[in-house]
């Protein structure tokens, strides 16, 4: 009796860990599905005639979704299987898709398509930590969760080129096909996933509704400075505070917002982090309009900065406890403005000033990750960590979707293509080149702010 029970055992044992490669691979494809439709909204903006302002709300949404889903499927997953949570995913990522596809030459639905879509792309990341940190052994996990990283930056070389090709050479749209791919995962989530009983868990709407209404709001003030959007988000703001300060159920409790350093660093990251989409999303546009390149060829051009980044995130560890962390920090906000002023003051030099700019960019804010989170979460107790870095990652999320609604709002702005530094002459030039002085303004503030709050303090 206890040889077969051991036997049993040593059987789910195994079944639970061939479900780490089907769940590692469902993770690496969603990443490339929404990596790929970062870098495609030059051809989307022209297909439908639209702004850039416009046409980056299938970006800015998409992003507010994959962080709020974040914590969702985090809080969901005590309450529900994984099992059935994933499957959820898929259908939504499938049924999004498909609709993306059938309605593309409507750019309303297309953005609710993506915003279906991306719901069940948010459920990867997260249930995949879950999973390992839940189901595999204590000595096994770190190996596991490392995986997870190596298959962030291998989905960002992907991504980006899929993007590129696919839209190139065939049509944007056809990327929603390709995302169909999704459910051939099903079956073996639900052969090899455990069926678990649920705990009893809560989801906090109101506080996540809450989160979403204040970064809804602030994206559409910076879009067109209506200052019935900019009271709508103070008062979401005030309501959420109220709201948290109130209710001991909240997904995040009032006292994180009294612990001084941990504001600090959520409002430097905040800033800081706004900047990376917002390169990312004008990257494209600059290469397309200022030197006439294809979408493939520019994501081909993103492989070198990709590949650094990944090595640097690699190592970002390694890196901050040789440095410390405060170091770390100001070296790469440090790194961030340079590569940004590099393509602002050589805006028309050459295409390679960009792939080195870009190089440097992508591996300033890998060097950061790491060294940024741990600031952070060092000034919470053990216990709350978990609280912390969910919500860590949701500023994050909201920041990059914010970065891409200002730098959109300046691309269509006509006062920004009188040039600031006066020697560059032609219209597009100068718009791009006085967006990337600002973005170098935006991560020197970012440093000035951290130093004063934490860099400077022992």
């Given at each position: 009796?206890?040889?077969?029970?051991?036997?049993?055992?040593?059987?789910?044992?195994?079944?639970i860990?061939?479900?780490?490669?089907?769940?590692?691979?469902?993770?690496?494809?969603?990443?490339?599905?929404?990596?790929?439709?970062?870098?495609?909204?030059?051809?989307?903006?022209?297909?439908?005639?639209?702004?850039?302002?416009?046409?980056?709300?299938?970006?800015?949404?998409?992003?507010?979704?994959?962080?709020?889903g974040?914590?969702?499927?985090?809080?969901?997953?005590?309450?529900?299987?994984?099992?059935?949570l994933?499957?959820?995913?898929?259908?939504?990522i499938?049924?999004?898709?498909?609709?993306?596809?059938?309605?593309?030459?409507?750019?309303?639905?297309?953005?609710?398509?993506?915003?279906?879509?991306?719901?069940?792309?948010?459920?990867?990341?997260?249930?995949?930590?879950?999973?390992?940190?839940?189901?595999?052994?204590?000595?096994?996990?770190?190996?596991?969760l490392?995986?997870?990283?190596?298959?962030?930056?291998?989905?960002?070389v992907?991504?980006?080129?899929?993007?590129?090709?696919?839209?190139?050479?065939?049509?944007w749209?056809?990327?929603?096909?390709?995302?169909?791919?999704?459910?051939?995962?099903?079956?073996?989530?639900?052969?090899?996933?455990?069926?678990?009983?649920g705990?009893?868990?809560?989801?906090?709407?109101?506080?996540?509704?809450?989160?979403?209404?204040?970064?809804?709001?602030?994206?559409?003030?910076?879009?067109?400075?209506?200052?019935?959007?900019?009271?709508?988000?103070?008062?979401?703001?005030?309501?959420?505070?109220?709201?948290?300060?109130?209710?001991?159920?909240?997904?995040?409790?009032?006292?994180?917002?009294?612990?001084?350093?941990?504001?600090?660093?959520?409002?430097?990251?905040?800033?800081?982090?706004?900047?990376?989409?917002?390169?990312?999303?004008?990257?494209?546009?600059?290469?397309?309009?200022?030197?006439?390149?294809?979408?493939?060829?520019?994501?081909?051009?993103?492989?070198?900065?990709?590949?650094?980044?990944?090595?640097?995130?690699?190592?970002?560890?390694?890196?901050?406890?040789?440095?410390?962390?405060?170091?770390?920090?100001?070296f790469?906000?440090?790194?961030?403005?340079?590569?940004?002023?590099?393509?602002?003051?050589?805006?028309?030099?050459s295409?390679?000033?960009?792939?080195?700019?870009?190089?440097?960019?992508?591996?300033?804010?890998?060097?950061?990750?790491?060294?940024?989170?741990?600031?952070?979460?060092?000034?919470?107790?053990?216990e709350?960590?978990?609280?912390?870095?969910?919500?860590?990652?949701?500023v994050?999320?909201v920041?990059?979707?914010?970065?891409i609604?200002?730098?959109?709002?300046?691309m269509?702005?006509?006062?920004?293509?009188?040039?600031?530094?006066g020697?560059?002459?032609?219209?597009?030039?100068s718009l791009?080149?006085?967006?990337?002085?600002?973005?170098?303004?935006?991560?020197?503030?970012?440093?000035?702010?951290?130093?004063?709050?934490?860099?400077?303090?022992k």
């Amino acid at each position: 009796m206890a040889t077969f029970s051991m036997n049993e055992a040593e059987a789910q044992d195994v079944t639970i860990k061939k479900a780490v490669p089907v769940l590692l691979f469902l993770f690496v494809l969603c990443l490339v599905i929404d990596n790929s439709f970062k870098i495609i909204s030059v051809d989307m903006a022209k297909d439908f005639g639209i702004s850039a302002t416009t046409v980056s709300w299938q970006s800015t949404l998409a992003g507010l979704v994959i962080g709020i889903g974040a914590v969702v499927y985090a809080a969901l997953a005590d309450s529900i299987s994984i099992r059935r949570l994933l499957s959820i995913g898929i259908i939504l990522i499938c049924a999004g898709s498909l609709m993306g596809y059938l309605f593309q030459h409507s750019f309303t639905l297309v953005v609710i398509a993506r915003i279906i879509q991306t719901a069940g792309l948010a459920s990867a990341e997260t249930l995949y930590v879950i999973y390992v940190t839940k189901h595999l052994p204590q000595n096994e996990q770190k190996k596991f969760l490392g995986f997870s990283t190596s298959s962030y930056a291998l989905s960002l070389v992907i991504g980006s080129l899929a993007g590129g090709f696919i839209s190139t050479y065939l049509h944007w749209t056809s990327l929603f096909l390709v995302a169909l791919i999704t459910i051939v995962l099903l079956p073996f989530i639900l052969k090899y996933l455990p069926k678990e009983n649920g705990k009893g868990g809560y989801v906090d709407v109101i506080g996540l509704f809450l989160v979403g209404v204040i970064a809804a709001f602030l994206m559409l003030y910076i879009s067109n400075f209506n200052w019935l959007y900019l009271l709508v988000f103070i008062v979401a703001i005030l309501l959420f505070l109220a709201y948290i300060s109130k209710n001991s159920k909240s997904f995040i409790d009032i006292a994180f917002f009294k612990n001084k350093r941990f504001v600090s660093i959520l409002a430097v990251a905040f800033v800081i982090y706004s900047v990376q989409l917002a390169y990312i999303f004008l990257f494209p546009f600059l290469l397309e309009n200022i030197y006439g390149l294809k979408l493939d060829t520019i994501s081909l051009l993103l492989i070198p900065a990709y590949v650094l980044s990944a090595t640097v995130g690699a190592l970002s560890g390694k890196i901050a406890q040789f440095l410390g962390s405060k170091q770390s920090i100001i070296f790469a906000m440090a790194g961030i403005t340079v590569s940004v002023l590099l393509g602002g003051f050589f805006v028309q030099s050459s295409v390679v000033v960009f792939v080195i700019s870009m190089i440097l960019f992508s591996s300033s804010f890998a060097l950061m990750y790491a060294p940024m989170i741990d600031s952070c979460v060092s000034t919470i107790s053990k216990e709350h960590s978990g609280t912390a870095v969910g919500f860590y990652n949701l500023v994050l999320n909201v920041a990059a979707s914010i970065g891409i609604a200002y730098t959109a709002a300046m691309m269509d702005s006509s006062s920004m293509k009188n040039n600031f530094l006066g020697y560059i002459h032609l219209a597009n030039a100068s718009l791009y080149s006085n967006i990337l002085l600002i973005l170098s303004l935006i991560s020197v503030f970012s440093l000035v702010v951290y130093w004063g709050l934490v860099g400077r303090k022992k």
